[in-house]
């Protein structure tokens, strides 16, 4: 097995790499003046399982583009199997069509790594199981979803939060918020959340949950505007929880979302290390390594 760090997870791949025991051989990679991307792989993936590592934000356009190129690039220099570690697959929420005419970019972007070569597809906390069901019965490419939630739940466990509430910004999320609370034991909910399709602008209530003088945590796949997080951080401090932490697999951290947790009184805020942030305190490293012995 080769593992090949790509330009956006040099760190994460090489710490993969080191937890398979091989070397970590990165691509090679600069920009062009005109902003494309050069991009050149190691010797000797001929006849070897390539692992490739690159998430795709921030720049998802630009980082998706390097993913193919590499994939395909992979593929022509025969290498016997090509597996996509993306951490974070940027387009995964465009999974519906929610009105005439939107794009299911999640399915674009399948066959396009499909086409370029990808075998196998690994990806951590997916934006959604029911949407992959439903889409992936049009590719032949084998997709692996790994959850972060435990790997989460148990830094926490050891932060100071121990016995708190977990919460999901969305009934989407149950599972997750379950196999928080069976770690953090102090029970489970979530919100009931709805979004405008044409605005993009979220409602949120949270009914029967009782969070008075409690530890809570909110978990969700994604942190972007910080919109979401902030009103679930702000509802249950509004109802008397003592601490909560806003916690989430993927911080992809807009302008404005650090303030925007901040004002909603959140007491922490973390993430893991599928995109590089200074939140990302919990490595998926050795989930993914561990999911790769077994390929
Ligand atoms: C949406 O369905 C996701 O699970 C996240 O809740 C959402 O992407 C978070 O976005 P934002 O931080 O912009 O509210």
Known sequence: MIVIPGPASKELGETIATKLGVCANPAEHRLFPDGESYLRLPTGVEGETVVLVQTTAPDPDRKTMQLLIMAKTAKDLEARRVVACVPYLAYMRQDKRFLEGEALSFDVVLGLLESAGVDDLLVVDLHSEESLADIQPRHSIRVHTLSAIPVIARYLKEHGYDGAYSLSPDAGRKDIVEAASDILGGGFAFFEKTRDRHTGEPTMKVKDVDVKGKKAVVFDDIISSGGTMARAVKGLKDQGAT????????????????????EAGADLVLATDTVETPYGVVSVADLIADHLKGL
């Open 243 to 262: 601490r909560v932490a806003a916690a989430c697999t993927h911080a992809l951290f807009m302008p404005g979302a650090e303030e925007r947790l901040k």
